[in-house]
Structure formats: C-alpha cells, structure tokens
C-alpha cells in the first residue's frame, strides 16, 4: 500500500497567490470539503495498512493504539461540527469520556473499552457523512466560529495532526514495512552559503487575517529582533555525526544539566532509531533498515540533543522569534510573507510536506521555496526545535478551548517551526506553531543552528 498522499493545492488559504484570504461562500465551502477529503483520504491510508490486530494494539506507551486515533477524530468531528456548528443532537455521547485526550494518558488509552476497528470506522463515515450534508447548507460567517468555515478548517487540520501522530507510530511499531512512497526529487544546486545575516530591527510575527490560524498564532504584533546569524540549511546527520565522533554524548560540557541526566540514564548515544553495526551507523525507517545518509537534516533528536549540538559548534538554537523573522520576513517590502517563499499556497516545488515522502530530501533542496534571504528548507523536511519555550503572544485569547494551546504555556514546552515531511499543508503555515517536551524524540524533529551578530 502506497504511503502518499499529495494534497498540495488543496488545503491552502488563497485560489491565487497574493490575492488574500479567501472570502467566497462556495470557495470557502470547496476549500473546507477539499481539506476534510484529504485528511480522511490520509487516514484511510495510515489505518488500512494493517490488520485489526495492529490496529489495536499499542506499539509504544508514548503512542495511543491506531483505533483510538482513529475513532477520537470521528468523535472531536462530532462534537465541533456536529453538535456545536449544526447544533444537532449527539450521536454517542456515551464515547465522549473514552476519547478525551485529556482523561487518559496515552499509556492507558489500550485498557479502554474502545470501539473495535469496525465499529470505529463506520462511527468515524457516519459522522463525515452527516458533517458534509451540514457543510454544504452551513453559513461561514456571522460568528467567529464559522466565520470563513473556521470550525471546518479546525477539524481538517485536527485530523491531519492525528495522521502524523499515527504515522509516527507506524515508525515506532516493529515488523514488515507497510508503507511505502518514492524519495523526494533532487534538486541539485551548486555550493551554498553556511550561514546568512538576517538584519536587525522590527517585523510583524503572528497573524490576525489567515483565517484558519489557530489560537496560538493570534494575533499579528511587531517585535524586535537584533541581528542575527542563522544556517541556511538544517543541520545534517553528517555533521551529526561528527558531533557524535568528537564525544558530544559523553562530554557534560555540552549539555543542559537535565538533558544530560536524561542521556545518561537511559544511555542514549544518537538519534533514536539509530544503531551501528560493522563500524558504520544504520537507521530505522517505517520498518526497513538503511545506512543513514549523511545529506539528509538529521531527524528524531531532542530538544535536549539540538541544544548540545548547537554548543558544541559554538552556536545556538534560533529563538521562535528568530526563526519566524527568517522565514517570513521581506526586508525589501518590508513585510511579512505567509511562507518563506511568498504569499502562494505550498505546492511540491517549494517544500517536502503531506506524506508525499516518507523522509526528509536531501539539505539544499527545495530552491523554489526559499526565504528571501536565501534560507532553505525552513517548511517540511524536519520541525525545528528553537530555543523559546511555548507561550501566549502578547494579546491572546483561547479559542474555541482553552484545551488547544493555553494549558500547555510555560517553561514546560518548547516551541518548534516549520513542519516536516509528515505535516499536511493546510496544517503548516508560516506562523503556525508545534510544541512539545525537550525529551521527545519520536517526533519528526530536527533543527538548525543561529549565532549573535554582535559576536563578529
């Protein structure tokens, strides 16, 4: 079974680039129906792949089972548009406690009495069904709600976060490969850059017109960021290796004291799925084993991991804000694009998204879709840590829940940007923002590394 799926020109927020958000009631409607398609297109795919057995066992403590995926994103698309947008009586309330995700950690999710695979399916169709007949006679506007089909764009960006959650436990789950897709394309180029200056001064971070950003991207507020030097590529397993080579897992000199305590105990010495065999490193890949291609960004470290990398080659993470001013920001117009490349929606010139690789392409890839400073890569292929943690802009208000992004504010978090290869367009944007805890290492993390300016 194939493990792509291209929706690229599908899910974005403008029919033409640079013309705006998108305003029409029938656009709006073909935009919502074309991104709940292809998430439901994708989780077919990721959940059809194996039998029932698979789908319900747990592959790893960190991961749900597959079947809760799969029946909690029929249940999240119930409750949003069911009962709240068409104001319908609920299907299974029973089932509402069972998939809520924040009742049962995921270690516990197994012991459950979860709909059977089956069952979650036709609950999870039953739901789509009533959804789209509610979409096609639905207003997008009059409140913040449904104002430009916010609350569809929610769900379909809901359930492509869940498929990249389930392709992160097809990687972690053992036996035959069952996905497949072909390598991203080549784009040879000649010698680039390792670093370039972004310019001092003020730009615009956040937005308050994309009209499916979610909370946490709210709202559009100028901040000032010194000159900064930052990577024009993400950080390679080859230069990871070299960091490896000189010692950077037993040298305490290069570690935040808990990410050093977390090494040493569990006795981490690379990236996770990693192994050396006849003195060469080897990696695990959705169930195939490979040499680890040295031109690849490196993939499945920690926050902790990029941190000492960074301080072992004399630099640092990228603050959020310095990322976000790398990407976005046209120091000619003197403005904020929606994506490195421009305002125009994400198609495969410009970045490594939707699935439609099972890996990241080769550093330096992508020309078409970089900043105008030059910077590749900054949207798929890897998420990349920086060094802020996750908290509120200045302005911010909860919405629709406070259980999205407001809960998981503090030090506890940090942020990480651009997407990767596993992330669905209509999920990535310019400003969209991830989090999670410095120790994760399923996650389809990498990073690249900056320097102060004033350090020349």
């Given at each position: 079974?194939?493990?792509?799926?291209?929706t690229s020109g599908t899910t974005g927020t403008t029919g033409t680039a640079g013309?705006?958000?998108?305003?029409?009631?029938?656009?709006?409607?073909?935009?919502?129906?074309?991104?709940?398609?292809?998430?439901?297109?994708?989780?077919?795919?990721?959940?059809?792949?194996?039998?029932?057995?698979?789908?319900?066992?747990?592959?790893?403590?960190?991961?749900?089972?597959?079947?809760?995926?799969?029946?909690?994103?029929?249940?999240?698309?119930?409750?949003?548009?069911?009962?709240?947008?068409?104001?319908?009586?609920?299907?299974?309330?029973?089932?509402?406690?069972?998939?809520?995700?924040?009742?049962?950690?995921?270690?516990?999710?197994?012991?459950?009495?979860?709909?059977?695979?089956?069952?979650?399916?036709?609950?999870?169709?039953?739901?789509?069904?009533?959804?789209?007949?509610?979409?096609?006679?639905?207003?997008?506007?009059?409140?913040?709600?449904?104002?430009?089909?916010?609350?569809?764009?929610?769900?379909?960006?809901?359930?492509?976060?869940?498929?990249?959650?389930?392709?992160?436990?097809?990687?972690?789950?053992?036996?035959?490969?069952?996905?497949?897709?072909?390598?991203?394309?080549?784009?040879?180029?000649?010698?680039?850059?390792?670093?370039?200056?972004?310019?001092?001064?003020?730009?615009?971070?956040?937005?308050?017109?994309?009209?499916?950003?979610?909370?946490?991207?709210?709202?559009?507020?100028?901040?000032?960021?010194?000159?900064?030097?930052?990577?024009?590529?993400?950080?390679?397993?080859?230069?990871?290796?070299?960091?490896?080579?000189?010692?950077?897992?037993?040298?305490?000199?290069?570690?935040?004291?808990?990410?050093?305590?977390?090494?040493?105990?569990?006795?981490?010495?690379?990236?996770?799925?990693?192994?050396?065999?006849?003195?060469?490193?080897?990696?695990?890949?959705?169930?195939?084993?490979?040499?680890?291609?040295?031109?690849?960004?490196?993939?499945?470290?920690?926050?902790?991991?990029?941190?000492?990398?960074?301080?072992?080659?004399?630099?640092?993470?990228?603050?959020?804000?310095?990322?976000?001013?790398?990407?976005?920001?046209?120091?000619?117009?003197?403005?904020?694009?929606?994506?490195?490349?421009?305002?125009?929606?994400?198609?495969?010139?410009?970045?490594?998204?939707?699935?439609?690789?099972?890996?990241?392409?080769?550093?330096?890839?992508?020309?078409?879709?970089?900043?105008?400073?030059?910077?590749?890569?900054?949207?798929?292929?890897?998420?990349?840590?920086?060094?802020?943690?996750?908290?509120?802009?200045?302005?911010?208000?909860?919405?629709?829940?406070?259980?999205?992004?407001?809960?998981?504010?503090?030090?506890?978090?940090?942020?990480?940007?651009?997407?990767?290869?596993?992330?669905?367009?209509?999920?990535?944007?310019?400003?969209?923002?991830?989090?999670?805890?410095?120790?994760?290492?399923?996650?389809?993390?990498?990073?690249?590394?900056?320097?102060?300016?004033?350090?020349?």
């Open positions: 079974m194939s493990g792509t799926t291209d013309a705006g958000p998108v305003r029409d009631a029938e656009a709006l409607r073909a935009r919502a129906l074309a991104a709940l398609t292809a998430a439901r297109s994708r989780t077919a795919l990721l959940t059809d792949c194996v039998g029932d057995g698979e789908l319900t066992a747990q592959h790893s403590p960190l991961m749900s089972p597959l079947v809760w995926d799969l029946a909690h994103i029929g249940n999240q698309e119930e409750q949003w548009l069911w009962r709240t947008v068409a104001g319908r009586e609920a299907l299974r309330p029973e089932i509402d406690p069972l998939y809520d995700a924040f009742a049962h950690p995921r270690a516990e999710r197994p012991s459950l009495p979860l709909l059977p695979p089956a069952e979650a399916r036709a609950y999870a169709s039953d739901v789509r069904n009533r959804v789209l007949d509610v979409l096609a006679e639905a207003r997008l506007d009059g409140s913040p709600l449904v104002d430009s089909g916010f609350a569809f764009g929610m769900i379909a960006q809901h359930e492509q976060q869940h498929d990249e959650t389930m392709l992160i436990t097809h990687q972690l789950r053992r036996g035959p490969a069952v996905l497949d897709a072909p390598p991203p394309p080549a784009h040879p180029s000649g010698p680039l850059p390792e670093e370039v200056l972004v310019p001092g001064g003020p730009f615009t971070m956040g937005t308050s017109d994309e009209p499916w950003a979610l909370d946490n991207e709210r709202p559009a507020h100028v901040r000032t960021v010194p000159a900064f030097h930052i990577d024009v590529l993400p950080v390679t397993n080859g230069s990871y290796l070299a960091f490896m080579a000189d010692g950077g897992y037993t040298d305490p000199r290069w570690w935040h004291p808990d990410g050093w305590a977390q090494i040493r105990e569990h006795g981490i010495v690379a990236p996770l799925f990693w192994h050396q065999e006849g003195g060469r490193w080897l990696r695990r890949r959705f169930g195939t084993t490979e040499p680890v291609p040295e031109d690849e960004p490196v993939l499945h470290v920690s926050w902790y991991e990029a941190d000492a990398y960074a301080r072992w080659a004399g630099r640092r993470l990228p603050t959020e804000a310095e990322w976000e001013k790398a990407a976005r920001h046209d120091p000619v117009a003197g403005r904020s694009r929606r994506y490195p490349w421009g305002d125009a929606d994400p198609g495969p010139e410009h970045a490594n998204l939707g699935q439609r690789h099972l890996r990241p392409a080769r550093a330096g890839s992508y020309p078409a879709g970089a900043s105008p400073l030059g910077v590749r890569q900054l949207i798929g292929d890897v998420w990349e840590w920086t060094a802020s943690d996750f908290l509120p802009y200045p302005g911010f208000r909860a919405f629709p829940y406070k259980e999205y992004s407001e809960v998981f504010f503090g030090p506890g978090h940090k942020v990480l940007r651009g997407g990767s290869f596993a992330v669905d367009a209509v999920a990535c944007r310019g400003t969209f923002r991830n989090w999670d805890l410095p120790v994760r290492r399923q996650i389809f993390a990498g990073f690249r590394t900056a320097r102060s300016a004033e350090l020349d």
